[in-house]
T-cell receptor
Framework: GAVVSQHPSRVICKSGTSVKIECRSL??????MFWYRQFPKQSLMLMAT?????????EQGVEKDKFLINHASLTLSTLTVTSAHPEDSSFYIC?????????????FGSGTQLSVL | AQKVTQAQTEISVVEKEDVTLDCVYE???????LFWYKQPPSGELVFLIR??????QNEISGRYSWNFQKSTSSFNFTITASQVVDSAVYFC?????????????FGAGTRLFVKA
């Protein structure tokens, strides 16, 4: 089946640094990718929708300057947490949509645990 | 607006018991997809099932079964003869279009504890 690779799986960084998370669709072209954030023991909250070749669409309350999303190719979207602070510590998960066929196909990466010290 | 409600926050059962996880959804789209995902303690999301809005047939996969009822906007998930390895958080999710823009909205999740 289709695979979405997310890297890194875990990152620890100092406050003030920027962290980049990659999301790749390995065997299909994803015109749309989604980024989610999950706080401990909570649900997944959609942060933004990333469309290849265009600007990401952010959900209400998500700072676009803090969470930079780039979807430069049909197989890669990146999320950069800029000037990270401890409150940005969270589990980030991407998903990629395979638009081919008539059925909705959505595949998730394995997530990235970000810890900001 | 789209919404997914999982009213059960936590459920605790003893191994071999059957357990049903409830999911109620709201959407204005006539075309939508419903999903169940499992999130074990390791954190990754494990896809369990996808059901489109035009297919109300119930589905059984091993110990898992799903009951989709459009009349009550529910998509419940039953685990029969539960096992300790079933302990996880289970999320029900909804993806509707075009109104929903293919975004997947998750319920709050139900944490299932299966005790030996």
């Amino acid at each position: 089946g289709a695979v979405v690779s997310q890297h890194p799986s875990r990152v620890i960084c100092k406050s003030g640094t920027s962290v980049k998370i990659e999301c790749r669709s390995l065997d299909f072209q994803a015109t749309t990718m989604f980024w989610y954030r999950q706080f401990p023991k909570q649900s997944l909250m959609l942060m933004a929708t990333s469309n290849e070749g265009s600007k990401a669409t952010y959900e209400q309350g998500v700072e676009k300057d803090k969470f930079l999303i780039n979807h430069a190719s049909l197989t890669l979207s990146t999320l950069t947490v800029t000037s990270a602070h401890p409150e940005d510590s969270s589990f980030y998960i991407c998903s990629a949509r395979d638009p081919t066929g008539v059925d909705e196909k959505l595949f998730f990466g394995s997530g990235t645990q970000l810890s900001v010290l | 607006a789209q919404k997914v409600t999982q009213a059960q926050t936590e459920i605790s059962v003893v191994e071999k018991e059957d357990v049903t996880l409830d999911c109620v959804y709201e959407t204005r789209d006539t075309t939508y997809y419903l999903f169940w995902y499992k999130q074990p303690p390791s954190g990754e999301l494990v896809f369990l099932i996808r059901r489109n809005s035009f297919d109300e047939q119930n589905e059984i996969s091993g110990r898992y079964s799903w009951n989709f009822q459009k009349s009550t906007s529910s998509f419940n998930f039953t685990i029969t003869a539960s096992q300790v390895v079933d302990s996880a958080v289970y999320f029900c999710a909804l993806s509707g279009h075009p109104t929903g823009g293919f975004k997947t909205i998750f319920g709050a999740g139900t944490r299932l504890f299966v005790k030996a």
